[in-house]
């Protein structure tokens, strides 16, 4: 990511992308074999933050904390302090985890203008707007951005910049809808009372509509964007 940015500098603005308050401590090992093995994530969330845990082939699962504030001391000791009470499946993973395990990710953003270029040049990914990854949307949109870009580029050839504009536009007006998600951390914060109530209430088929609505929304592909 830090080098994504740095590519940026001479295309657009030099801002650095400016970190939040948020860290992503992740890892990947051989623990908790029925859940590695098998086909179904967990994530749980509470006041500490969210813990999330995923099947990843091999007998591997990737498991990730994103805490609040920094940890201090042993971030191993340190996680299993903030997040002991997170039910017996986290804390059979905070004992199989040593700091060697662990690898931070601060969460940054980039502001994302309306021109990611000049001339012939552009961005795509997280050079041109990097994001928290509490969306699960980084790697997303960076391939959305490819599958617009080179769209752009078979329908206008011969006025290239025109195309680059042109798919800038249309992608920085969705991706800033994610981003504004992303930075609002609210997936790692428990739900306000009354969403939990409606959650329970409502249908589980118009909750996946309304999902699907919400990634039609920052999809160019969904929607089929035309150029
Ligand atoms: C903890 C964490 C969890 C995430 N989870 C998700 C998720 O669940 N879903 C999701 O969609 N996204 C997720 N993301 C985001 C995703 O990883 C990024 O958005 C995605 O990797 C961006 O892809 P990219 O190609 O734009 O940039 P990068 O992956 O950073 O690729 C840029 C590449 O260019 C190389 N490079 C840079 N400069 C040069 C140079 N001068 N010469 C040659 N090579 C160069 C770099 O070494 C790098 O390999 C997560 C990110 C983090 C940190």
Same mark, same amino acid.
């Given at each position: 990511?830090?080098?994504?940015? @740095?590519?940026?500098?001479?295309?657009?603005?030099?801002?650095?992308?400016?970190?939040?308050?948020?860290?992503?401590?992740?890892?990947?090992?051989?623990?908790?074999? #029925?859940?590695?093995?098998?086909?179904?994530?967990?994530?749980?969330? =509470?006041?500490?933050?969210?813990?999330?845990?995923?099947?990843?082939?091999?007998?591997?699962?990737?498991?990730?904390?994103?805490?609040?504030?920094?940890? /201090?001391?042993?971030?191993?000791?340190?996680?299993?302090?903030?997040?002991? =009470?997170?039910?017996?499946?986290? #804390?059979?993973?905070? /004992?199989?985890?040593?700091?060697?395990?662990?690898?931070?990710?601060?969460?940054?953003?980039?502001?994302?203008?309306?021109?990611?270029?000049?001339? =012939?040049?552009?961005?795509?990914?997280?050079?041109?707007?990097?994001?928290?990854?509490? &969306?699960? &949307?980084?790697?997303?949109?960076?391939?959305?951005?490819?599958?617009?870009?080179?769209?752009?580029?078979?329908?206008?050839?011969?006025?290239?910049?025109?195309?680059?504009?042109?798919? #800038?536009?249309? @992608?920085?007006?969705?991706?800033?809808?994610?981003?504004? @998600?992303?930075?609002?951390?609210?997936?790692?914060?428990?739900?306000?009372?009354?969403?939990?109530?409606?959650?329970?209430?409502?249908?589980?088929?118009?909750?996946?509509?309304?999902?699907?609505?919400?990634?039609?929304?920052?999809?160019?592909?969904?929607?089929?964007?035309?150029?």
């Amino acid at each position: 990511m830090t080098l994504a940015c @740095r590519r940026r500098a001479p295309v657009l603005d030099p801002a650095p992308a400016t970190a939040n308050e948020w860290t992503t401590w992740q890892g990947l090992s051989s623990v908790l074999p #029925e859940l590695a093995t098998g086909t179904t994530g967990v994530c749980v969330v =509470g006041t500490a933050g969210l813990v999330g845990l995923l099947p990843s082939g091999d007998g591997l699962l990737m498991w990730w904390f994103d805490v609040h504030q920094p940890l /201090e001391g042993s971030p191993a000791a340190a996680l299993a302090e903030r997040f002991a =009470g997170y039910g017996a499946l986290v #804390e059979q993973l905070l /004992e199989n985890i040593r700091d060697e395990d662990l690898e931070s990710f601060r969460h940054v953003t980039h502001h994302v203008p309306d021109q990611w270029g000049h001339g =012939g040049a552009t961005l795509l990914g997280d050079a041109a707007h990097a994001f928290p990854p509490t &969306q699960a &949307q980084g790697a997303n949109q960076a391939l959305e951005d490819a599958w617009l870009l080179s769209r752009a580029l078979r329908v206008a050839p011969a006025d290239v910049p025109r195309a680059l504009r042109r798919y #800038e536009a249309l @992608r920085a007006r969705r991706v800033r809808r994610v981003s504004r @998600r992303a930075v609002s951390e609210r997936t790692n914060k428990p739900l306000p009372a009354p969403v939990r109530v409606l959650a329970r209430i409502i249908p589980p088929r118009l909750v996946g509509e309304a999902y699907v609505a919400q990634l039609r929304g920052v999809s160019s592909i969904l929607d089929y964007e035309t150029v």
